[in-house]
């Protein structure tokens, strides 16, 4: 035999703020680790690496509907466990305004500054050393080399090091300059995940969460009940 039980329910606004911080807690449980695939903007990343002179490759696909998808090779995992990172795929070559472009954009940023700096610096000594600036690709040797399932910045790999020259073919620089270029994209790898981090950070913020919860409706603990209209 059925019953029809009746309770008083609330919206998120009229709870208590232990309710409220209940509520907050079970949401951010629940859904911590599957954050949901619109939560993430790589439009500030790609701009970034595109005044230092590193173009992000794209993936693109058609999904099963028949549309053309593309998404940016940046891949990345966290953010509270060991191993997690970001890495990209990708190419570089010389950006003779990295430092200026970065600085008028990204003023206060020390990491993104130092970055331009020190490419630039490796590329006036390449001018001088060789007479053509230094270009590479960059990808994740992990998967290059067995599929591995990491994608921290520790995974990437410089492939197709060169320098083009007009009149001799291309030139592979020395093993120095290729390990400080690989340092330098890693690093810039790095720089993404945090600024990944702070993005998956602000969507457990109390502002974020509360925003989520606006349309749910909950008992007086803060717990969410199915509402079914009879």
């Not at 969507?203 to 717990?223: I, P």
């Amino acid at each position: 035999m059925s019953q029809v039980i009746e309770m008083t329910v609330y919206t998120f606004d009229e709870l208590s703020d232990a309710a409220k911080k209940h509520a907050r807690q079970n949401f951010a449980d629940t859904n911590r680790d599957y954050p949901y695939d619109n939560w993430w903007s790589f439009e500030g990343l790609i701009e970034a690496a595109g005044w230092l002179g590193v173009k992000i490759a794209n993936r693109e696909w058609t999904d099963v509907r028949g549309k053309d998808r593309s998404e940016p090779k940046i891949h990345f995992s966290g953010f509270s466990s060991q191993g997690d990172g970001a890495s990209f795929v990708g190419s570089y070559s010389c950006a003779p305004n990295a430092v200026k472009d970065v600085a008028e954009n990204w003023p206060k940023d020390e990491t993104l500054n130092v970055i331009a700096a020190e490419l630039t610096t490796l590329q006036v000594r390449a001018k001088l050393e060789y007479g053509q600036a230094v270009s590479c690709d960059i990808d994740n040797t992990a998967n290059i080399h067995g599929g591995g399932t990491y994608c921290h910045s520790g995974t990437m790999g410089l492939t197709d090091l060169r320098v083009a020259l007009d009149d001799a073919g291309d030139l592979r620089p020395t093993d120095k300059e290729e390990s400080e270029l690989l340092d330098i994209m890693r690093r810039l790898a790095d720089w993404m995940y945090h600024q990944l981090e702070e993005q998956y950070d602000w969507h457990f913020s109390d502002e974020c969460l509360d925003g989520y919860l606006q349309d749910e409706t909950f008992d007086a603990d803060g717990d969410i009940i199915e509402v079914r209209s009879t």
